[in-house]
T-cell receptor
Framework: GENVEQHPSTLSVQEGDSAVIKCTYSDSASNYFPWYKQELGKRPQLIIDIRSNVGEKKDQRIAVTLNKTAKHFSLHITETQPEDSAVYFCAAAPNGNNAGNMLTFGGGTRLMVKP | EAGVAQSPRYKIIEKRQSVAFWCNPISGHATLYWYQQILGQGPKLLIQFQNNGVVDDSQLPKDRFSAERLKGVDSTLKIQPAKLEDSAVYLC??????????FGPGTRLLVL
């Protein structure tokens, strides 16, 4: 099955700096890579996703890059703000499941943005 | 649109007791997932339904966990009997065909 590794487990940055979270996956059949943000006690919420036919995707201060050859993808947050503080999860899903995207999640990164 | 609903939000039970969780997905979402999220870890998929059929339950501990989705809408997840290591947040998610997974607020289970 798929295995997703995520690093670092914790990340502390100063407000205004950039934050980068990296994930690797094992199953070359995976082709869908979402990122979720989870605030304390809240549900995971999708912030951005990328499919394997695209190398990079950007949405305002958030960008995701994908390297299918190396089987890794990264989340980039620029101009970080205190409200970006949360746990971020990457995930991967293969294309083989006809019923939808069976996500395998990474272990999470706790991002702390210091004002 | 209304989001994924789950109940109860919190449950405290003693080991060896039984517990059930309920999920109502977003209207029209054919695919429903149950995840277990242990504190400090990412969600782990337990079971996936497509309408009222099971697509994958390979990670569901079937000796104690069961799930059903009668009529292809609401779903229940049951644990019987519960163990200490079942303490976790149980998340339900739904999605249209191959779309984004939307999560419910989760049920926080504590087994004493």
């Amino acid at each position: 099955g798929e295995n997703v590794e995520q690093h670092p487990s914790t990340l502390s940055v100063q407000e205004g700096d950039s934050a980068v979270i990296k994930c690797t996956y094992s199953d070359s059949a995976s082709n869908y890579f979402p990122w979720y943000k989870q605030e304390l006690g809240k549900r995971p919420q999708l912030i951005i996703d990328i499919r394997s036919n695209v190398g990079e995707k950007k949405d305002q201060r958030i960008a995701v890059t994908l390297n299918k050859t190396a089987k890794h993808f990264s989340l980039h947050i620029t101009e970080t703000q205190p409200e970006d503080s949360a746990v971020y999860f990457c995930a991967a899903a293969p294309n083989g499941n006809n019923a939808g995207n069976m996500l395998t999640f990474g272990g999470g990164t706790r991002l702390m943005v210091k004002p | 649109e209304a989001g994924v609903a789950q109940s109860p939000r919190y449950k405290i039970i003693e080991k060896r007791q039984s517990v059930a969780f309920w999920c109502n997905p977003i209207s029209g979402h054919a695919t429903l997932y149950w995840y277990q999220q242990i504190l400090g870890q990412g969600p782990k998929l337990l079971i996936q339904f497509q309408n009222n059929g099971v697509v994958d339950d390979s990670q569901l501990p079937k000796d104690r966990f069961s799930a059903e989705r009668l009529k292809g809408v609401d779903s229940t997840l049951k644990i019987q009997p519960a163990k200490l290591e079942d303490s976790a947040v149980y998340l339900c998610a739904s999605t249209p065909w191959r779309g984004t997974q939307y999560f419910g607020p989760g049920t926080r289970l504590l087994v004493l």
